[in-house]
């Protein structure tokens, strides 16, 4: 029986077992710190928490991994405190005797922002010497941030048994910044350290460095020369950073405005409920998530996947209906298709307020669109990434759409000369109605995307119809390479001001900027030549 | 799900469809407008955008006074009168909220109004109050800097929620480092002219300090995260102070969590966001950061517990969630009847010399009182937010705080007091000994 359980659960067992016989009845400083759980306040949980991990009891990791999950429940009244498994079954933490059941009284111990620090500084420095890499690793980083002395032992220990290179290397970090700030530690000892964290190069080395405090000379000057290189090297990265930004954010313009770029770009319609085709998108992925939740829970990492196609349908059957029902009878007249859209999307805002409320809806992340990584000292988030190259895919099967199907040849024969196209027996209304209906569609893909990144509200849409005017204008009409070069310029320049300029005057900067370029060049950065022009 | 509401937009574009959706549209406000002239019922004006940019924050406190005006009724009503409620949708359009605020007074004939989110649309009904001498009770937290006579603040004024908090995260957190980010309005900017001199008397350096300014629904918050990562790696504690409003939440902290900036590193405490913003994030890379408010829907207490239920079967949404906001329409409603119950009137300027001194519960256990200066005492609450979306109580102020009209951390308002009972003076100067008047 005791031979098929986990290895980890066999040795708590055990401990137990000795613990049974070894522990005598009377309360020590270890119970003292047990009971102190139970009070509920936040001075007193710390200096239980301090006790408990340096007490070199088998509990010690049991109790304040539990304390970590919210799973430590602690009694009030009778000072008992309780650590409950997963699989429901409960030990007191004072003598790690399996208790019945938790008292109903109990309630889970609290934690804020310092205590939780308290709890990670002494979860890594209990698990520096764990079976599993991972928990290894990341003890080593709980340790280097925190930097706590008492932890100094503990790392020494681990660092001569460890086998794996970059657990070896964060323990090395670790013992660098324990070494730095302790006071007693040799000058020699104090310099490697210095040397280390130069060697690790991030944010992190350098928040160490600069707030080291006072140090003999010849430390403060490796220091002050550490942080000087540091510095250099993260102005580089920091450019390399703003390019990467500005991507991202010239995808998501790009997306916005790709379908804009068909509906005004191509047919030439004013269409200012493009940015409610977007929102339309989104609470189509709202919607798909919901069912998703309730029906097929397994499949929420898909939800994405499935919401794409159908935002596209949907929202392309609508465009298409407003294009039957209203546009077809407003070509050639854009001021009042300028209006009829406007009022249409305050309509089609209202509708949805009233459909599913005025607040926010929780669209959640998938697993693989969260988090980030890191590539040098960059982070680059995972939901940018994909929505990058989200992006250039929709392009791609864009560009390839127009160019290579019967389809596409007809959208470009009737935008480009209308009777002639007509002549030739192409249906143009019917084309007109896809057309425009193509360009909602993808506005509504879109729409998916930004779920991701921003609220899922009624007013969704109206924060992009400006840029994506301002990108299919800038670009180019009619040109989908023009929206392509015109979407990333932005992203790019914008990122570059910001930093410069702040978020208000960078967008102002930009906005003075394109004008001026309108001004120069009013056909946008590719005006289409010939004859195409003005049919 | 789907199915409907696609049909649903759908059939709203044919061109009848069209009239028809928006014929539905003006019946529906003209039912809630409802002016049936009925003498034998006390009239009170709502006036809330339900559409526009502040819907998603205003439509709840119209919900707020309509099930307060229900609850009234029945208990029989005020005076022996049945209170109604007349909505008016301003639209998030600040010019019409002075329009409408008109028409509750001159052509509804209401007695109170309750009404108002951001300062830029109270202080376009302002002179429409003051020229038709009615009340407008005030529920959000605001930047202060005002005290007049037809107004009721009962959110918070700085002084009971922005140093507060801050003085917590010097405190409890030893925060050493501030970045102080805001929307670029009002209310931000000054909030923040008020914690930088604040932070400044405390003798934290200017180097210390980062105050940065994004505009109305920011949605990319790369930058701005990246800058804060690196302005909190100086070796010294930071915290973000969060004055940004509304929808640019939700992609700021989706950022934050996604480029690994924990509560426990950087703590983020936020003066804009509560309940029913939290509704529409997944909270749980949240997990530790801060708000500061004098309610929460967590804070123990029999009338909270009482008033939460009353209010989930109102909405007959057992998962609808309340808020602070919400707590401050509650109090400054209740005040009011209180009020007109002791001059037995309706009359605006007998409520308005009856209101100050009068007590009423909050719903955290205490009794806020309205004060000379039309602001009223609330305890303060530090909340850490919580994996289900709701806060966790981490520290409080031992007592109520009375509210400030006049923030003493600026030099243009330290000597200002606003007291309507002694003085009868909004902004009087206790240096000069004189009244400043409607002219500042």
Redesign the interface.
Known sequence: MLVNLPARLRTLLLSLVLIAFALPAFAGPFEDAIAKFANDD?SDTEEAIGVVASSGNPLAFPIISALQDGRLMADSDSKKVYVTGADGKSIDAATGQPVDSVPDSASAV?L???L??SV?AAIGSLTLQSPDIATRLQAAQSVF?SHEETALEAVDGALAKETNKSVKAALGDARAAILLFKPDASEVEKLEAVATLKARGD??A???????GDQPASVAKAAASAIGSIQSSLAVWSTV??AW?GL??GS?LLLAAIGLAITFGVMGVINMAHGEMVM?GA??TF??Q??IRTRYPGLFDYSLLIAVP?AFL?AG??GV??ER??IRFLYGRPLETLLATWG?SL???????T?F??????V??PSWM???FELGQI?I????LWILVFTLAVFAVLLAMLRYTALGLEMRAVTQNRRMAASMGIATSRVDALTFGLGSGIAGIAGVALSQ???????LG??YIIDSFMVVVFGGVGNLWGTLVGAFTLGIAN?FL??VA???LG?IAILVLIILFIQKRPRGLFALKGRAVEA | MLKKSTHDIAASFSRRGLFAATAGLMLGLASLTGAKAADDTIKVGVLHSLSGTMAISETTLKDTILFLIDEQNKKGGVLGKKLEAVVVDPASNWPLFAEKARELITKDKVAVVFGCWTSVSRKSVLPVFKELNNILFYPVQYEGEESERNVFYTGAAPNQQAIPAVDYLMKDEKVKRWVLAGTDYVYPRTTNKILEAYLKSKGVAQEDIMINYTPFGHSDWQTIVADIKKFGSAGKKTAVVSTINGDANVPFYKELGNQGIKAKDIPVVAFSVGEEELAGIDTKPLLGHLAAWNYFQSVKSPENEKFIKAWQAYTKNPKRVTNDPMEASVIGFNMWVKAVEKVKSTDPDKVIDALPGTETPNLTGGVSKMLPNHHITKPVFIGEIKANGQFDVVWKTPGLVAGDAWSKELDGSKDLIGDWVGKKCGNFNTKTNKCLGSGS
Request: proline fraction near 4%; avoid cysteine; charged fraction near 20%.
């Open positions: 936040y609290r804020n922002n310092r939780r620090r990670d941030k944010q992190e350098m928040a160490l460095l600069t707030g080291m950073q703003n930004y991202s954010l998501v339309i609470y189509t919607v798909v919901e069912v159908l949907v059957a609508i209906l407003i029902s209203i249409l309509v089609l805002q209202q509708a949805v307020r459909m409320g005025p607040t926010n809806r929780e959640g992340n969260s988090g980030a982070t988030t995972y939901n940018r990144i921003d609220n899922v509200s009624p007013n109206q924060s990122k910001e930093p702040g978020a208000v967008k």
